[in-house]
C-alpha cells in the first residue's frame, strides 16, 4: 500500500500535479494490523472510518456498505415524499407522477445496483415506498393488491430491477476486454474461486431467472438486452402467478398484464376505474370487514359487489340502458364486467369504454353507492 501510494506521489510530481489532501483519506478495510501513517509528498493522509467515492459511502465495518444503505434508506423516504407532494393537484397526476418516480427517484436510489449488493430489507422499503407513490398517483387504497397496483402502473419491482441491472452488468464484463480494472477483477475472482457477495448474488438471481442459453456469439448488446428481457419475464410471471391466488384480482387476472397504457388521468373517475379494475372498489361486500350491512344501499336487492353495480342493480339500470350496455348473459358475467371496465381493452384506438365506466361509476357514487 505504501508503495503504490509513494508511486502515486511520484506520478504526480512528474505531472506537476497538486494532490487536495482535505479529500484525500485512508480507509482500513480488512486486516489485523495497525495501519501505519500514509504519506502522500511528504503529508500524512488523515485515517477515516468511512469514505465516499463516486457517491458511495464505504466505511471501516463488517458490513462495509452500511452507512451507504442509510444514505440511500432516507433518500427513498425523501424522493418518495417529494413526488406525493408534487402529485397534489397537478393535471395529469397519474403520468406526472410516473415520470418523476420512473425517470428521477428510481435512477437516483438505485444509483450502482449493478455491483452494489445492498441489504434485501433496503428493498423491501423501497417497495413499499413504490407502492404508496403508485396508490397515490392512481387514487388507490391500500385495499390494492399489489399485482394488480404493478400490472396498471407498469412498475417493476425493486427485485426485478435487480436482476436487470446485474445481470446486464455480468453481461458486460463477459465482452469487456481484459485491459479493464473492471475486468480483471471479475477474472480474479472468478479463478480464485472466491465467493463474493456480488458472486453469490448473481448466482441466485441467475436461478431464479432460469433459462440457461450460453450459446457464445453475438454482440454486447445483444446479450444484456436479452438477460434483461428474461429477467422481466420471469418478474411477470411471478406477478401472474401470485395474481392468481387474489379473489379481488377475479376480473384483473384473466387480462394480460400490458403494462402502463395511459388511462387515468387523475380525475375523480378515473380513481374510481382503477379502483374498480384492480377489484379494490369500495362496495360494501368488499368492504364488510367494516361490520356493516352488505345490501346495496341503492337498490335494496342483493349484495353490493362488484358485479352487482356493474351488471345488476336495478337503481342504474337507465344508466346502463342509455350508455347501450347490451343485457346481462348468464354465466357471462365476468367477461361482462371485464369488458364494461376495459379489461383488455387498454389498446383500442377510441377507447369509448373508458369514459362510459368513468360516467357509470361516478353516477353509481352519486347515488350513494359503496362505503362512504
Ligand atoms: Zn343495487
Same mark, same amino acid.
Given at each position: 500500500?505504501?508503495?503504490?501510494?509513494?508511486?502515486?506521489?511520484?506520478?504526480?510530481?512528474?505531472?506537476?500535479?497538486?494532490?487536495?489532501?482535505?479529500?484525500?483519506?485512508?480507509?482500513?478495510?480488512?486486516?489485523?494490523?495497525?495501519?501505519?501513517?500514509?504519506?502522500?509528498?511528504?503529508?500524512?493522509?488523515?485515517?477515516?472510518?468511512?469514505?465516499?467515492?463516486?457517491?458511495?459511502?464505504?466505511?471501516?465495518?463488517?458490513?462495509?456498505?452500511?452507512?451507504?444503505?442509510?444514505?440511500?434508506?432516507?433518500?427513498?423516504? *425523501?424522493?418518495?415524499?417529494?413526488?406525493?407532494?408534487?402529485? *397534489?393537484?397537478?393535471?395529469?397526476?397519474?403520468?406526472?407522477?410516473?415520470?418523476?418516480? *420512473? =425517470?428521477?427517484?428510481?435512477?437516483?436510489?438505485?444509483?450502482?445496483?449493478?455491483?452494489?449488493?445492498?441489504? *434485501?430489507?433496503?428493498?423491501?422499503?423501497?417497495?413499499?415506498?413504490?407502492?404508496?407513490?403508485?396508490?397515490?398517483?392512481?387514487?388507490?387504497?391500500?385495499?390494492?393488491?399489489?399485482?394488480?397496483?404493478?400490472?396498471?402502473?407498469?412498475?417493476?419491482?425493486?427485485?426485478?430491477?435487480?436482476?436487470?441491472?446485474?445481470?446486464?452488468?455480468?453481461?458486460?464484463?463477459?465482452?469487456? =476486454?481484459?485491459?479493464?480494472?473492471?475486468?480483471?477483477?471479475?477474472?480474479?475472482?472468478?479463478?480464485?474461486?472466491?465467493?463474493?457477495?456480488?458472486?453469490?448474488?448473481?448466482?441466485?438471481?441467475? $436461478?431464479?431467472?432460469?433459462? $440457461?442459453?450460453?450459446?457464445?456469439?453475438?454482440?454486447?448488446?445483444?446479450?444484456?438486452?436479452?438477460?434483461?428481457?428474461?429477467?422481466?419475464?420471469?418478474?411477470?410471471?411471478?406477478?401472474? =402467478?401470485?395474481?392468481?391466488?387474489?379473489?379481488?384480482?377475479?376480473?384483473?387476472?384473466?387480462?394480460?398484464?400490458?403494462?402502463?397504457?395511459?388511462?387515468?388521468?387523475?380525475?375523480? =373517475?378515473?380513481?374510481?376505474?382503477?379502483?374498480?379494475?384492480?377489484?379494490?372498489?369500495?362496495?360494501?361486500?368488499?368492504?364488510?370487514?367494516?361490520?356493516?350491512?352488505?345490501?346495496?344501499?341503492?337498490?335494496? $336487492?342483493?349484495?353490493?359487489?362488484?358485479?352487482?353495480?356493474?351488471?345488476?342493480?336495478?337503481?342504474?339500470? !337507465?344508466?346502463?340502458?342509455?350508455?347501450?350496455?347490451?343485457?346481462?348473459?348468464? !354465466?357471462?358475467?365476468?367477461?361482462?364486467?371485464?369488458?364494461?371496465?376495459?379489461?383488455?381493452?387498454?389498446?383500442?384506438?377510441?377507447?369509448?369504454?373508458? $369514459?362510459?365506466?368513468?360516467?357509470?361509476?361516478?353516477?353509481?357514487?352519486?347515488?350513494?353507492?359503496?362505503?362512504?
Amino acid at each position: 500500500m505504501k508503495d503504490l501510494v509513494d508511486e502515486t506521489g511520484r506520478f504526480g510530481e512528474e505531472k506537476d500535479m497538486e494532490f487536495s489532501m482535505g479529500k484525500t483519506r485512508s480507509v482500513k478495510f480488512a486486516g489485523e494490523m495497525e495501519m501505519i501513517g500514509l504519506m502522500l509528498r511528504g503529508q500524512e493522509i488523515e485515517k477515516a472510518e468511512v469514505y465516499e467515492y463516486l457517491g458511495v459511502k464505504m466505511g471501516v465495518w463488517e458490513d462495509y456498505l452500511q452507512s451507504h444503505e442509510d444514505k440511500v434508506r432516507s433518500r427513498t423516504k *425523501k424522493l418518495a415524499g417529494m413526488v406525493k407532494a408534487a402529485g *397534489k393537484g397537478i393535471l395529469c397526476r397519474p403520468e406526472m407522477m410516473r415520470m418523476m418516480w *420512473k =425517470g428521477a427517484a428510481v435512477p437516483a436510489i438505485t444509483y450502482g445496483q449493478e455491483v452494489l449488493c445492498m441489504n *434485501k430489507d433496503l428493498r423491501g422499503e423501497m417497495d413499499k415506498a413504490q407502492r404508496e407513490v403508485g396508490l397515490r398517483a392512481l387514487g388507490g387504497t391500500q385495499l390494492t393488491a399489489q399485482e394488480g397496483l404493478e400490472g396498471e402502473w407498469g412498475c417493476s419491482n425493486f427485485e426485478v430491477r435487480e436482476a436487470r441491472a446485474k445481470l446486464g452488468f455480468e453481461g458486460r464484463l463477459r465482452f469487456m =476486454g481484459t485491459d479493464r480494472w473492471a475486468k480483471k477483477v471479475y477474472m480474479y475472482v472468478g479463478v480464485q474461486c472466491r465467493n463474493t457477495r456480488w458472486e453469490k448474488k448473481v448466482r441466485k438471481i441467475g $436461478e431464479w431467472k432460469g433459462i $440457461e442459453n450460453r450459446t457464445p456469439g453475438g454482440t454486447v448488446e445483444q446479450w444484456v438486452s436479452r438477460e434483461r428481457k428474461e429477467a422481466e419475464q420471469r418478474g411477470l410471471g411471478d406477478r401472474i =402467478g401470485k395474481a392468481q391466488g387474489k379473489s379481488s384480482l377475479k376480473y384483473y387476472r384473466e387480462g394480460e398484464f400490458g403494462g402502463w397504457s395511459g388511462i387515468y388521468d387523475g380525475t375523480f =373517475g378515473s380513481d374510481l376505474l382503477f379502483r374498480a379494475r384492480v377489484g379494490a372498489l369500495e362496495t360494501r361486500r368488499r368492504m364488510r370487514w367494516l361490520g356493516g350491512t352488505t345490501e346495496c344501499g341503492i337498490c335494496g $336487492e342483493g349484495v353490493e359487489d362488484l358485479e352487482h353495480v356493474m351488471l345488476k342493480c336495478e337503481g342504474l339500470k !337507465e344508466e346502463r340502458q342509455r350508455l347501450q350496455w347490451e343485457n346481462m348473459v348468464e !354465466e357471462e358475467e365476468v367477461n361482462i364486467v371485464r369488458h364494461r371496465l376495459g379489461l383488455g381493452r387498454e389498446d383500442e384506438k377510441d377507447r369509448k369504454w373508458r $369514459e362510459d365506466a368513468m360516467t357509470y361509476l361516478k353516477i353509481w357514487k352519486k347515488l350513494g353507492g359503496g362505503v362512504t
